[in-house]
């Protein structure tokens, strides 16, 4: 089955800074990819997907991600940190031929001023 | 949150009870999933739908069970609640395979 590893449950940028979320997948087929954010005390909403389209996905409030077949892996970034930005994100896999998604574990992200 | 409703949205219940939490979505979306968020551990699925009576397990399915006899129902039951079910759950839609999921605001359920 599908799985993703998500390395670092906690990031803290400053304001202002890079902000580089980590993603690596398991899939013996071509994978739908997402990254999912969650709000305190909400549910989770897309910031963008990979669908086999262009390796370079734009989503979101400036987000965007970068698959890399050769490296398994579909890291989220943004050249510059939010205090609104302060939440936890998750990333999910699906694949073509399965009826399922699953999630990583999250990377919750702090924003220091 | 696109049309998912959860209900109740908070539940406490005694250990050995059965509980059935509902999703409702207005969509008419094919798929319907039901995760639990715990932390340390993100979502994990727990069982999900492709279509009216097509259901599958997921990754932590023991103790519970689904069913969806409508488009826009899916229920999920705790057969016997204990204490390792305290989490939160969440509902989740989608269209079909590789579309955007839509969530619901999540049912946070403790067990007594």
């Known amino acids: 089955a599908q799985s993703v590893t998500q390395l670092g449950s906690h990031v803290s940028v400053s304001e202002g800074a890079l902000v580089l979320l980590r993603c690596n997948y398991s899939?013996?087929?071509?994978?739908?990819l997402f990254w999912y954010v969650q709000y305190p005390n909400q549910g989770l909403q897309l910031l963008l997907k990979y669908t086999s389209a262009a390796t370079l996905v734009k989503g979101i409030n400036g987000f965007e991600a970068e698959f890399k077949k050769s490296e398994t892996s579909f890291h989220l970034t943004k050249p510059s940190a939010h205090m609104s930005d302060a939440a936890e994100y998750f990333c999910?896999?699906?694949?073509?031929?399965?009826?399922?998604?699953?999630f990583g574990a999250g990377t919750r992200l702090t924003v220091k001023p | 949150d696109a049309g998912i409703t959860q209900s109740p949205r908070h539940k406490v219940t005694e250990t050995g009870t059965p509980v059935t939490l509902r999703c409702h979505q207005t969509e008419n979306h094919r798929y319907m999933y039901w995760y639990r968020q715990d932390p340390g551990h993100g979502l994990r699925l727990i069982h999900y739908s492709y279509g009216v009576k097509d259901t599958d397990k997921g990754e932590v399915s023991d103790g519970y069970s689904v069913s969806r006899s409508k488009t826009e129902d899916f229920l999920l039951t705790l057969e016997s609640a204990t204490s390792s079910q305290t989490s939160v759950y969440f509902c989740a839609a989608a269209q079909g395979r590789g579309t955007e999921a839509f969530f619901g605001q999540g049912t946070r359920l403790t067990v007594v």
């Open positions: 999910a896999v699906s694949e073509y031929n399965n009826n399922d998604m699953r």
């Open positions: 899939s013996s087929v071509p994978p739908y």
